[in-house]
């Protein structure tokens, strides 16, 4: 069974960064694509960042383009969303997600258990 699991969420000032961390169970990371989404309070979860399984394309929402930053070390079998000049409508549980195959051009397979961001005005 696939494994997510989140760290790196926390409160912040507007303005400030953080940086989110997603590991994976096994052999299950370095030949697919990954992705994270969010769900802020009483909204629908929404697509934040995805990254292709070797890293050579990325894909952002509209609203963090230029603030946020979606990598992968597949070595170490890590995904990361470096957040910078984040606002308190970044405020939400972001969630690590991966894909059924290398692109990200459907739903995501599997989801892991969400971390908080909030940031604060």
């Known amino acids: 069974q696939v494994q997510l699991t989140e760290s790196g969420g926390g409160l912040v000032q507007a303005g400030g960064s953080l940086r989110l961390s997603c590991t994976t169970s096994?052999?299950?990371?370095?030949?697919?694509?990954m992705g994270w989404f969010r769900r802020a309070p009483g909204k629908d979860r929404d697509f934040v960042a995805a990254?292709?399984?070797?890293?050579?394309?990325?894909n952002y929402a509209e609203s963090v383009k230029g603030r946020f930053a979606i990598s992968r070390d597949n070595a170490k079998n890590m995904l990361y969303l470096q957040m910078n000049s984040l606002k308190p409508e970044d405020t939400a549980v972001y969630y690590c997600?991966?894909?059924?195959?290398?692109?990200?051009?459907?739903?995501?397979?599997?989801w892991g258990q969400g971390t908080q961001v909030s940031v604060s005005s």
């Open positions: 990254i292709t399984w070797n890293g050579d394309m990325t």
């Open positions: 096994g052999r299950t990371f370095s030949g697919y694509a």
């Open positions: 997600a991966r894909y059924y195959d290398i692109y990200y051009n459907n739903d995501p397979a599997y």
